[in-house]
């Protein structure tokens, strides 16, 4: 089993950079490959429902249109950790951000794609 912890979240100015961590240690189930298997970052904002930001899996990595070429996605399997870098940040940005985990080595954008998710860091750009 995978249990996704997020930090990093804050408070930063609109055209400002952030970055978040993903502390997605590996359990019992480790065995069966779960340092390759699919991330992604979610992210959720009052009044909205949960939308895709960013995945990555053995064979790429993915983004919504509406952070690609600001938001970079990455991992350190050695570590169990998966970040999400955030440049030029809108205010539109402005959400709680949850890191999830998939059971297999493959990138989704669904929500309901994803086995096991955080508690979600706030992340608010100001501007």
């Known amino acids: 089993q995978v249990q996704p912890v997020e930090s990093g979240g804050g408070l930063v100015q609109a055209g400002g950079s952030l970055t978040l961590s993903c502390a997605a240690s590996?359990?019992?189930?480790?065995?069966?490959?779960?340092?390759?298997?699919?991330m992604g970052w979610f992210r959720q904002a009052p009044g909205k429902e949960r939308e895709f930001v960013a995945t990555i899996c053995w064979n790429g990595e993915h983004y919504a249109d509406s952070v690609k070429g600001r938001f970079t996605i990455s991992r350190d399997n050695s570590k169990n950790m998966v970040y999400l870098q955030m440049y030029n940040l809108k205010s539109e940005d402005t959400a709680v951000y949850y890191c999830?985990?998939?059971?297999?080595?493959?990138?989704?954008?669904?929500?309901?794609?994803?086995?096991?998710w955080g508690q979600g860091t706030q992340v608010t750009v100001s501007s």
């Open positions: 590996e359990g019992a189930a480790s065995g069966r490959a779960f340092g390759m298997n699919g």
């Open positions: 999830a985990a998939r059971s297999v080595r493959t990138c989704a954008v669904y929500p309901e794609n994803y086995s096991y």
